[in-house]
């Protein structure tokens, strides 16, 4: 169960409405190790099988005929919705009719995911003020609904317990939740779930003014609208404006037609025309209904073409006849006319983009935004309207500027929200040509200028701090202590050693961290210098070694670009040597005298998962990705991850039931779709801690290093692993034959499966216990002999060419 799923009273929770987004929440609420209840309506009327089969509207499965339907389509997702299969039996299926009383008295907290319609909402919290117990809390996962609205008529004792929460599609995946409080709420209610939220979903949260879209939507749905009716009035196409709104500013690749095409042509025509009335006083809203932006998407719906879900929208996907796929851009000239015609992929570049693009984003705005061309033209279109937009909005959706910024930063994976944006492009100079264009912003950043404020952030005293405009002063940004980073650390901690590959800092408490910092956190032998000071320091006055690094992976394992670079050189005694020291510092680790604390998230692969493998204690990012892969480049573990396998899992009472699982594992190079799939898997071990927060890792990473150092004994390296020898052996390569004979296996897989096989039983000899070293002297023998073959170099190549595995 994750780390933090005791606090807060929150066990059991009734999600109400199983369509999209309530049954995702209900998997999440799972992922989170929660009892769920997944409630919808009773259908009214029977299908044809349902009739052929003789069944009737009391019929059970008749009855829970639609919650079963978005239970399975929620399960069947992909990406998956569940970190893994078993998590689904957490959750209870019923119907409103049948299921909803005992649900709510048995829940301590309630959520409603139904029609997006004020009408049912209010009559639903009708019924949950009678039957929900006086301790639950009842919140909405509106979209847009005014909140007090749907609370409207309740008794001041269902109101204060009542709120928003307003979740992002996928839950598991997107972490901004934005909460809603009305003005009856109990704020102690609101900081309760804001904890619950934080701590036990792995959510991010922002608190928003219940006004219509809350923050993040209201805000890209301004945003989305201004910027593609831009496009269309000045003859771009939909792969120019996503090549110039994505990474290049710092936001997902799906960039603005894309990003339309997964959330539904459909849904953004719908949010524009809903949200218009409800803002009359949007000096902007008009731009929702500019007919430039509404009319291209009209064409879109009336055509039938909503986007991913109905395969095109935006873009089409068409596929050759030899199966290439390509996708062909929405021709907007002829779709504000009403036709839908479709354009080839062009792939725009602009040089004067492409000499800046790898400038740091706070380095690259300000010269994109100066680009005399239509790139820089349409840069500054939409990021001098985001900004003006952010400023006049405030205060109204938000209590200050960071709560928009962080909206726009957890909802739409923007690398710097509005604010921040708006410092790297230089405030001052930005809004004297906003001026000067005619392009009007708040009056409130003006005056923040004339009294000699030139950020929205500023760093004082150590703190970092932004302008608040109602008292036009400089507040402290409020910080979670149990989010921490390695830069942070690095800001404020001694470096004990560095090198280009890792550093190892002193972080307190007698505590070291070692962080990885290459490409990818790719593995090589510049880490063993700094792995070995690390290990001498355990052996003195530190306490204990956490392994962290704020990458956006934990490691991807060996360099494989340095060692394919030795093989074809022929320097065998260098691949030795690299095998040999990571052998030796790994299981120095596993013995060291003090606690060693991994904390991996992301990808942890090949030697990174061994890394993991050796340490004390893993505490593991819910969205954990391990694996030991190295069958996919004709390798096998060679640092320690075979031995390892083995230790864990071959037993003397039943030796073959361990080596299939590992032989599996290794040879079909299993990856966890997550750190509860990891555990299944065996990859983690049972007390292992899962932190749902990737942003908290750090910091339990650090608590159970202290907890472990209290009473710690030194892990024993001898006597401690079953090889099963000469007999098990003969078992194993039987059925690596038999898999080469159904065609598992082609002809070099066969050999890389054969020495994985001898490595596992610990070679030829009769069943014994040995020690830890006798496998990793195996493992070096085998890997050595594997990497000599041009067929594992051929498959180190195309994994490097292309990211893709080579079978031959």
């Known amino acids: 169960m994750p780390h933090g799923t005791e606090p807060h009273g929150i066990e059991t929770v009734t999600v109400i409405g199983a369509g999209t987004m309530g049954a995702a929440i209900a998997g999440h609420l799972a992922n989170a190790g929660r009892r769920v209840h997944l409630l919808d309506i009773i259908p009214r009327t029977l299908t044809a099988d349902e009739q052929a089969a003789g069944l009737t509207l009391q019929d059970p499965a008749v009855r829970n005929r639609i919650v079963q339907a978005g239970y399975t389509r929620m399960v069947k997702a992909r990406p ?98 934005e909460i809603i409080p009305t003005p009856a709420t109990d704020p102690a209610i609101t900081q309760r779930m804001r904890a619950f939220v934080e701590e036990a979903l792995g959510k991010n949260v922002v608190i928003c003014h219940d006004t219509p879209n809350f923050i993040a939507n209201r805000m890209v749905s301004y945003i989305m609208a201004d910027l593609i009716a831009y496009a269309v009035e000045h003859g771009y196409t939909v792969e120019e404006v996503d090549a110039l709104t994505g990474p290049l500013l710092g936001r997902p690749r799906s960039g603005t037609f894309r990003l339309n095409d997964v959330v539904g042509i459909d849904v953004w025509a719908m949010i524009a025309r809903n949200l218009h009335p409800l803002i009359p006083d949007d000096a902007d809203r008009d ?138 492009l230089d405030v001052a100079a930005t809004t004297a040509r906003m001026t000067n264009e005619g392009i009007s912003f708040a009056p409130w950043v003006q005056r923040m200028l004339e009294q000699g404020h030139t950020t929205f952030y500023r760093e004082h005293k150590g703190m970092k701090q932004v302008y608040h405009p109602p008292t036009e002063r400089y507040v402290d940004v409020q910080q979670d202590p149990r989010v921490q980073t390695v830069a942070a650390l690095k800001a404020r901690h001694p470096q004990v050693a560095g090198n280009e590959a890792a550093t ?66 022929g320097n065998w005694a260098a691949i030795d040597l690299l095998i040999a020291q990571g052998q030796a510092h790994l299981l120095a680790l596993r013995a060291a005298p003090k606690p060693v604390v991994a904390a991996p998230f992301q990808r942890v692969l090949g030697g990174g998962a061994e890394i993991c493998l050796a340490a004390h204690r893993v505490v593991a990012h819910a969205e954990t990705a391990i694996g030991l892969v190295e069958f996919n480049v004709g390798l096998i573990p060679g640092w320690g991850g075979c031995k390892e396998m083995v230790r864990r899992h071959v037993r003397a009472d039943a030796p073959l039931d361990g080596l299939r699982h590992v032989m599996a594992l290794i040879t079909q190079a299993k990856v966890s779709a997550s750190a509860h799939d990891a555990k299944n898997l065996g990859l983690l071990a049972a007390d292992d801690r899962v932190v749902m927060h990737r942003d908290h890792l750090i910091h339990v990473a650090r608590e159970t290093a202290l907890e472990l150092a209290q009473q710690f004994t030194p892990t024993a390296t001898t006597g401690n692993i079953y090889a ?43 069943a014994a216990v040995c020690n830890e070293q006798d496998i990793l002297d195996l493992e070096r023998q085998h890997l050595l002999q594997l990497i000599r073959t041009p067929a594992t170099q051929e498959r180190i190549r195309q994994i490097l060419a292309t990211g893709k595995p080579l079978r031959n």
């Open 287 to 424: 731009t929702l209904i500019a007919p430039a932006y509404l009319t291209v998407l009209q064409t879109l719906i009336d055509h039938g073409h909503l986007g991913s879900k109905s395969d095109q929208g935006f873009y089409q996907t068409q596929t050759t006849p030899t199966g290439e796929k390509s996708f062909w851009g929405l021709d907007l000239a002829a779709a504000r006319t009403g036709e839908v015609v479709y354009q080839p992929p062009q792939n725009p570049t602009w040089p004067e983009v492409e000499a800046v693009q790898r400038l740091p984003l706070a380095e690259r705005l300000p010269k994109l935004v100066a680009l005399q061309n239509p790139a820089g033209q349409l840069l500054w279109h939409t990021l001098s309207h985001t900004l003006a937009y952010a400023a006049a909005r405030f205060p109204e959706i938000a209590d200050n500027l960071v709560d928009i910024d962080r909206a726009m930063q957890w909802g739409f994976a923007w690398e710097l929200g509005p604010f921040a944006l708006w410092d790297a």
């Open 724 to 766: 099963a020898g000469a007999e098990a052996l003969a078992a194993l390569q039987e059925e690596i034959h038999a898999q080469a004979q159904n065609g598992k296996f082609l002809e070099h897989d066969v050999i890389i499966a054969t020495a994985l096989a001898h490595v596992l039983c610990g070679g030829k000899n009769a």
């Open 504 to 569: 190892l800092l002193e972080i307190g408490d007698g505590l070291l961290l070692l962080e990885f910092h290459t490409k990818m956190n790719a593995l090589d032998s510049a880490l063993f210098p700094i792995l070995e000071s690390a290990i001498n320091q355990l052996h003195g006055s530190a306490s204990g070694l956490i392994i962290a690094n704020d990458g956006p992976h934990f490691s991807v394992g060996a360099n494989l670009r340095a060692l394919l670079s030795y093989a074809e050189a």
């Open 80 to 177: 998956s919705n569940l970190f893994a299969a078993d998590v689904a039996q957490r959750i209870q299926l019923g119907n409103l009719e049948d299921d909803l009383a005992a649900a709510a008295q048995s829940s301590d907290w309630i959520i409603e995911a139904i029609v997006e319609q004020l009408e049912p909402k209010q009559a639903l919290m009708k019924r949950l003020e009678e039957l929900a117990p006086a301790h639950a809390i009842i919140s909405t996962n509106t979209s847009g609904i005014p909140i007090a609205q749907i609370s409207a008529g309740r008794s001041v004792s269902f109101q204060q317990r009542f709120l928003g929460t307003h979740f992002f599609n996928p839950p598991r995946y997107l972490p901004l939740l």
